[in-house]
């Protein structure tokens, strides 16, 4: 199988360094007493810094969403030159973009996004400071949801697919899906992550890993979907 590096608490960084529209919002600390170790600690996003704090090895279903980060990532920028290529030619490879936008609608949103909706839930009973932020990252998820699903139907070649939608209304529709995305998960390393890290314990994982079922990615798993591989060129 492929093995991953053990990266300390502090190496939390987001999946890319995007223009966003506003910075994530610094968390008030947990009140755990005044004896807890959660108290005295400030909760701040360390963006890849070194904290000074005694380093932790991340937990593994921890390593595996910022995995999943990395790879829809590295998908993200392949819609970036679909975006491109429209706003040179009018043109784009329209296979490739129903291929990254079917993989986005069927693995992540059936499979990551519950799994962070689970890690919302323990964060936000640890910490209840997260409440408003574990609502809107909530909220997120189903709206890039169906953001995804709408753009993947008005593809042509779909059912739903008008004659009318021009490159340019494309291009807008794919541009809003990659910024809206890459800040998402800007917000969730940022704070959430930073937090299940700090607060979550062995059990709290082992609940998280039990209630979603194990699904193989088709294209970042031990073998590509022979539907997605052209999509590992680009």
Same mark, same amino acid.
């Given at each position: 199988g492929?093995?991953?590096?053990v &990266?300390?608490? &502090?190496? #939390?960084?987001?999946a890319? !360094?995007?223009p966003?529209?506003?910075p ?11 004896g807890?170790r959660?108290? $005295?600690e400030?909760?701040?996003?360390? &963006?890849?810094?070194?904290?000074g ?14 995995d999943?980060h ?13 975006? +491109? @290529? ?6 784009? !490879?329209?296979?490739t973009v129903r +291929?990254?936008m079917? /993989?986005?609608t069927?693995?992540? *949103?059936?499979? &990551?996004?519950?799994k962070? !909706?689970l890690?919302?839930?323990k964060?936000e009973?640890?910490n209840p400071?997260?409440? !408003? #932020? ?7 998820h189903?709206?890039?949801? $169906?953001?995804?699903?709408a753009?993947?139907?008005?593809? %042509?070649?779909?059912a ?6 021009r490159?340019e ?5 794919? @541009?809003? /899906? #990659?910024?809206?995305m ?5 917000y969730?390393?940022? #704070? ?6 700090r607060?979550?314990?062995?059990a ?10 194990s ?10 979907? %022979?539907? /997605?591989? @052209?999509?590992?060129? *680009?």
């Amino acid at each position: 199988g492929k093995k991953r590096a053990v &990266h300390p608490v &502090h190496a #939390i960084r987001p999946a890319l !360094d995007v223009p966003l529209d506003r910075p994530p919002r610094r968390l008030r600390p947990h009140n755990g007493g005044a004896g807890s170790r959660q108290a $005295r600690e400030p909760v701040t996003p360390s &963006h890849g810094r070194p904290s000074g704090r005694r380093q932790r090895p991340l937990p593994a279903p921890l390593l595996t969403l910022l995995d999943e980060h990395r790879h829809i990532a590295r998908l993200l920028v392949v819609l970036q030159q679909q975006v +491109a @290529a429209l706003r040179q030619s009018g043109r784009a !490879d329209i296979g490739t973009v129903r +291929a990254v936008m079917d /993989y986005m609608t069927r693995y992540p *949103n059936r499979h &990551h996004h519950p799994k962070e !909706d689970l890690v919302l839930a323990k964060v936000e009973a640890a910490n209840p400071a997260i409440a !408003d #932020i574990a609502t809107e990252l909530r909220r997120a998820h189903g709206t890039l949801a $169906r953001q995804g699903q709408a753009l993947l139907a008005l593809l %042509p070649g779909s059912a739903q697919h008008s004659k009318r939608m021009r490159g340019e209304r494309l291009r807008q529709l794919l @541009a809003d /899906y #990659i910024f809206s995305m890459r800040r998402h998960m800007h917000y969730e390393e940022s #704070i959430l992550f930073e937090e299940a890290a700090r607060l979550l314990r062995k059990a709290d994982w082992k609940d998280i890993e039990a209630a979603v079922p194990s699904i193989v990615d088709p294209i970042f798993g031990e073998t590509t979907a %022979p539907e /997605y591989e @052209a999509l590992l060129a *680009n």
